[in-house]
């Protein structure tokens, strides 16, 4: 269901974002669709915009962010269904090309490339591939968003909590090594496509980097004491014994990355 009174929120010099009406346990209030622009000069000037992750095919939420101005681009963060489902409807709509590093979610544009830089809407747009949550994850990196920058993180960081490695297709190899990349970028803002912003993209990163070994370390004990042979949902049981019933099978997955990490760590 559309939620009226849903508008358009600032959320950097350069961004301001939609919050899509998808609330839910994994996607917190709901998914923040970005609308990234140059700053307008006067208060009623309609300027080009790109618009990352148009999220779940709702009509009223689509048409909020394509009243925003010309759609110029659609990028994709990463191919769950609450960043991409609205993808093809929103190229429909707007004419513009949809880009995503998975060359099934692209509508009109070429596959993205990890380091590419893009310049539309008159902002440079550096292209971060960050695989981890997924295999196709990627963040948008906007070195002239104010005096740090700014990064769109999708879901390989949000705004509260921390994210899933979405195993198999996600793994935690290459998660680690995407949020130490994130964190050489030093205190960027931090646009997550869940949750509220955050001010330094190099501190949350090593706050999940530390909360990952944590976990490892949970996992590592839970196999002493279980042994070799123990299943995921015995570690699980162990160390998400807190967990809501609502994210247990996400915590499930976690469990089974962290598993595939330790066997073959990359």
């Known amino acids: 269901m559309s939620t009226p009174t849903a508008r358009l929120m600032s959320s950097s010099p350069q961004t301001r974002y939609r919050l899509a009406p998808n609330p839910g346990p994994m996607s917190l209030e709901g998914t923040n669709s970005y609308l990234i622009a140059e700053p307008s000069v006067a208060a009623k000037e309609v300027r080009p915009v790109v618009v990352v992750d148009p999220g779940p095919l709702d009509e009223q939420h689509l048409a909020g962010l394509a009243g925003s101005g010309p759609v110029e681009l659609i990028l ?11 993808s093809a409807r929103f190229h429909q709509l707007t004419g513009a090309p949809v880009r995503a590093m998975d060359p099934a979610h692209c509508h009109g544009g070429d596959q993205l490339v990890d380091g590419e830089e893009i310049l539309a809407a008159g ?4 292209v971060l591939a960050t695989p981890g949550h997924t295999s196709d994850s990627a963040c948008f990196h906007l070195p002239d968003d104010g005096d740090t920058g700014s990064v769109l993180t999708g879901d390989t960081i949000l705004g509260r909590g921390t ?14 090594k995407s949020l130490a990349r994130l964190s050489a970028l030093g205190p960027a803002a931090v646009l997550p496509a869940h949750g509220p912003m955050l001010p330094d993209l190099a501190v949350i990163s090593h706050a999940y980097l530390q909360h990952r070994h944590e976990r490892l370390n949970q996992v590592r004990s839970a196999l002493a004491e279980l042994g070799a042979g123990a299943s995921v949902q015995e570690i699980t049981d162990v160390v998400y014994a807190d967990v809501d019933s609502s994210v247990r099978r996400a915590a499930e997955t976690s469990v089974a990355a962290q598993l595939d990490y330790l066997r073959t760590p990359d």
Not at 76 to 86: F, L, M, N, W
Not at 123 to 126: C, E, K, T
């Open 123 to 126: 902002v440079r747009i550096r």
């Open 163 to 176: 994210t899933i490695i979405d195993y198999p297709d996600g793994r935690l190899g290459p998660y680690l």
């Open 76 to 86: 994709i963060t990463h191919r769950h269904p609450d960043h991409t489902e609205a």
